[in-house]
């Protein structure tokens, strides 16, 4: 009896989806890498975010076949929690300047200060995945005030557009972090940031630093979007073509290779990626954040996505609950680092 194999998925391109953060598969892009290693495979490499509208919305409900995304963990376990055919394949983890900010004249200088004060909360968008500032702002006020007993609603909730995009057109500037505005008007207290853009508009309207979430020794009181932030891929990618998950991871580890030797070489690219100066750039990343691009599905970070996805469910944001754990598959990372370590001299 004679069978016939499986057809290949009809993957004619792979898609990249660009995220304006620190990531090692945004550098591997950057440098030429991933179109490199998928040209050998015949394919080529598109990025989302220039893609037409009907392709690119994709970035939010990770339903599009070839589909490598490596950004936000909330649109991530959102379109997991919708059914979305992903699976986890790395976790990073980059501190990129959280912070609480406030105003000179309102006395708010700790964490307990913030009880009974106005807080800046983005309203919800017209899908849950897309409302990731909302998730943002509430979980980063939720680890400051933890910090001091306190919990949210130990404080006032005001309501602010959810200016944030996750979608940069080419050469357009970021959007405005959402508060800020209102924070300099006066109408709230207190505004959750975290990122290098973030850091130049604060510092253009003389905010100050009330609660600094990188300095606060517990990682756990730094979980939210892009802490630990996922990498994710479409299953039958995975299940029928696992060569390309490994080129892409290979190209991944390479680049977190070379930002570890190259810091100023990652600032420029940085500088670039998150539409910010290079003073920007210096003021949310710490000395030594290159050295930490490499992915990996530790315990220490799957139970830390595990508390993100808790409180995403405990505030609306999951239409299911997503184990974490069965999500993740770690054949592929171990299987690139291999390939890398064959490749190596």
Known sequence: MTT????????????????????ASGLAHNLGWLSDAFAARGLQVGVLQEAPPEIARHHFDHRLLGLFREGGNVPALVARSEGAPTRLIGLTWIDEGQA???RPDTGIASP???AGRRIAVPAWADTRAKSFPRAMALHGFRGALALAGLTLDDVEHVEVPPTLSGRLEPDS?????????????GTVDAVYVKGARAAEEAAAIGATVAVDLDAVPDRRHRVNNGTPRPITV????????????TDFLVQTLRAADWAATDPDGVRRILAAETHSGAEGVARAYADGFHTGLHPDLS?????????QEDFLHRHGFLAERVDVRAWAVH???AAAREALARATP
């Open 331 to 333: 054949e592929p990372l």
């Open 4 to 23: 016939t194999a499986p057809a290949k998925p009809a993957v004619d391109k792979i898609w990249y989806t660009r995220c304006p953060v620190p990531t």
């Open 234 to 245: 479409h299953e039958r990618i995975l299940d029928e073509r696992p060569e390309l998950v």
């Open 112 to 114: 307990a200060d913030l």
């Open 173 to 185: 500037p970021a959007p405005t972090w959402p508060g800020l505005a209102e924070l300099a008007a």
């Open 299 to 307: 315990d220490e970070r799957l139970d830390l996505l595990a508390a």
């Open 100 to 102: 609480v900010l406030t």
